[in-house]
């Protein structure tokens, strides 16, 4: 299991990854599974913005490719911005589909130029979400 200083190096380290040149705002992402693995991600924008795909949502989508799919523990959220990185919704909604899915509650560290803020699972970034039982 990587430290939090560790999971937070490592998504770091993929801001240098980022695609950004139109917002110029890399973002950085590192999500770690039950069993130790992690998987990184960077956003990655487009000139078709709807098309950009963000840190977050790499990692994920990596993570999953490999097997991953309902073992996600923790991801690390880092940006340079003055307050937390936030993640935006698209990524709260595929972060939320684990965790009520299976019922996996899953750790969001945002980092930012003050620290570290921890939420204890995804549902608080996303109340009131719209998830598979919405479809019955």
């Known amino acids: 299991m990587a430290t939090l200083e560790e999971l937070k190096a490592k998504a770091v380290a993929m801001l ?4 950004v040149p139109y917002s ?5 992402a590192a999500l770690e599974c039950e069993d130790g693995a992690v998987f ?3 956003n990655i924008e487009n000139s078709s913005f709807g098309l950009t795909i963000c840190a977050e949502r790499t990692a994920l989508v990596k993570a999953v490719s ?6 996600w523990k923790r991801i690390a959220v ?3 911005s003055a307050d937390y990185c936030w993640p935006c919704g698209a990524c709260r909604q595929v972060m939320l589909e684990t965790e009520k899915r299976f019922k996996q509650p899953m750790r ?3 980092y930012g130029k003050k620290g570290i803020y ?3 699972n995804v549902g608080e ?3 009131l979400s719209f998830d598979a039982s919405a479809m019955k």
Do not use: I, Q, S, W
Request: with cysteine; glycine share 14%.
């Open 108 to 110: 969001v560290l945002l």
């Open 125 to 127: 970034l996303l109340p």
């Open 40 to 42: 990184t991600g960077c």
């Open 78 to 80: 880092v940006g340079n």
């Open 16 to 19: 240098d990854m980022a695609y």
């Open 118 to 120: 921890e939420l204890k």
């Open 66 to 71: 490999e097997g991953h799919r309902d073992d």
């Open 24 to 28: 110029h705002f890399p973002v950085g």
